[in-house]
C-alpha cells in the first residue's frame, strides 16, 4: 500500500505563504488522483484540494479557490499543496490522500499519514 508523508507546514503571518509536500512511498502514486485536506481542532476533517493522475484537471473548495494551487510531480511521486494568502481560518493539519478521482474527495482509500500542522497567526 502507497505511505504518503506530508511536509512543509509551519507558523505564518496572516497573508503569507506556505508549500506542502506530499511524498508517496512507490511509483505506483502516478496512477491515482489525490487529495489535499484539513483539520482544524474540534472540527470534522475537511477536503481541500484534488488533482488527477496526470496532473491535467484540479478542483477546489471554495474556501481556499484563489488561494491555493495543487500540483504532482510524478517522477518524483511527490503532491504539493501551494497556499498564498493565508489566513487564520486556514489553521489546520492537513493531510493528502490517494482518492477515485480528482473531485471525488469523499471516498479518499489510503492511509492517513501523521500530518502537517499549519498555524497561521493575526
Known amino acids: 500500500q502507497v505511505q504518503l508523508v506530508e511536509s512543509g507546514g509551519g507558523l505564518v503571518q496572516a497573508g503569507g505563504s506556505l508549500r506542502l509536500s506530499c511524498a508517496a512511498s512507490e511509483r505506483t502514486f502516478s496512477r491515482y488522483a489525490m487529495g489535499w485536506f484539513r483539520q482544524a481542532p474540534g472540527k470534522e476533517r475537511e477536503f481541500v484540494a484534488g488533482?488527477?493522475?496526470?496532473?491535467?484537471?484540479?478542483y477546489y473548495a471554495d474556501s481556499v479557490k484563489g488561494r491555493f494551487t495543487i500540483s504532482r510531480d510524478n517522477a518524483k511521486n511527490t503532491a504539493y499543496l501551494q497556499m498564498n494568502s493565508l489566513k487564520p481560518e486556514d489553521t489546520a493539519v492537513y493531510y493528502c490522500?490517494?482518492?477515485?478521482?480528482?473531485?471525488?474527495?469523499?471516498?479518499?482509500?489510503?492511509?492517513w499519514g501523521q500530518g502537517t500542522q499549519v498555524t497561521v497567526s493575526s
Open positions: 488533482i488527477s493522475w496526470s496532473g491535467g484537471s484540479t
Open positions: 490522500n490517494l482518492v477515485p478521482d480528482y473531485n471525488d474527495y469523499a471516498n479518499a482509500f489510503g492511509s
